[in-house]
């Protein structure tokens, strides 16, 4: 359990911070600014549940601790030393890469496919859905470039690349299942 008693600790003030292994690494570092940019699609999640209701709000609370988990495994680069660990790790799982792929097709069946790109919009949950899944696009690929630097669990690279399909999915469901989607007129300002 985390216990949490002083919010402030002044060990960061020249600029570095600590890995869940105790190694001090540059805040500017690869692995910070990777898991750094999850904390931010969480964020951007407590958002998005502020118009969320039901199932919806269900699955982004669940996404929300998934995100917590990613980012616990992220400051935690020693893999290969997990076993020896005095406190084994978190790492995210292929089941719950598997739970969003399934979330995904659920969703997805309920849908007409799209004949044209979608526009960022149509009610506010569909926009702040929107918001989610272009940062986590960012975080997905802050964090495929650390993997080409440092070992990555690839299990939180896939949950990454699924989650923004899966923010994508959700937000046309927000929009009156596709029917009030915003659709890209190609040229149309011409």
Same mark, same amino acid.
């Given at each position: 359990?985390?216990?949490? *008693? /002083?919010?402030?600790?002044?060990? !960061?003030? =020249? #600029?570095?911070?600590?890995? #869940?292994? #105790? =190694?001090?690494?540059?805040?500017?570092?690869?692995?910070?600014?990777?898991? !750094?940019?999850? &904390?931010? %699609?969480?964020?951007?999640?407590?958002? =998005?549940?502020? @118009?969320?209701?039901?199932?919806?709000?269900?699955?982004?609370?669940?996404?929300?601790? &998934?995100?917590?988990?990613?980012?616990?495994?992220?400051?935690?680069?020693?893999?290969? /030393?997990?076993?020896?660990?005095?406190?084994?790790?978190?790492? %995210?799982?292929? &089941? @719950? %890469?598997?739970?969003?792929?399934?979330?995904?097709?659920?969703?997805?069946?309920?849908?007409?496919?799209?004949? *044209? $790109?979608?526009?960022?919009?149509?009610? =506010?949950?569909?926009?702040?859905?929107?918001?989610?899944?272009?940062?986590?696009?960012?975080?997905?690929?802050?964090?495929?470039?650390?993997?080409?630097?440092?070992?990555?669990?690839?299990?939180?690279?896939?949950?990454?690349?699924?989650?923004?399909?899966? $923010?994508?999915?959700?937000?046309?469901?927000?929009?009156?299942?596709?029917? &009030?989607?915003?659709?890209? %007129?190609? #040229?149309?300002?011409?």
């Amino acid at each position: 359990m985390v216990v949490l *008693s /002083k919010i402030y600790t002044k060990t !960061g003030d =020249a #600029g570095e911070t600590a890995l #869940g292994n #105790g =190694a001090r690494v540059a805040k500017h570092s690869m692995r910070v600014t990777a898991y !750094g940019t999850v &904390d931010e %699609v969480n964020a951007t999640v407590g958002l =998005a549940r502020l @118009q969320a209701v039901g199932d919806m709000d269900a699955h982004l609370a669940m996404i929300q601790n &998934d995100l917590f988990d990613i980012g616990a495994d992220l400051c935690r680069p020693d893999m290969e /030393k997990d076993a020896e660990a005095e406190y084994p790790p978190l790492r %995210v799982t292929e &089941d @719950q %890469v598997t739970r969003l792929e399934g979330e995904i097709d659920a969703m997805n069946g309920a849908l007409e496919p799209l004949r *044209s $790109f979608v526009l960022p919009g149509g009610s =506010a949950l569909a926009a702040h859905l929107h918001l989610c899944r272009t940062v986590a696009r960012r975080a997905e690929r802050l964090t495929v470039e650390l993997a080409t630097m440092e070992h990555v669990n690839p299990a939180a690279v896939k949950y990454l690349n699924r989650l923004s399909d899966w $923010f994508f999915v959700a937000s046309r469901i927000a929009n009156n299942d596709g029917r &009030d989607d915003v659709l890209w %007129v190609p #040229g149309a300002n011409r």
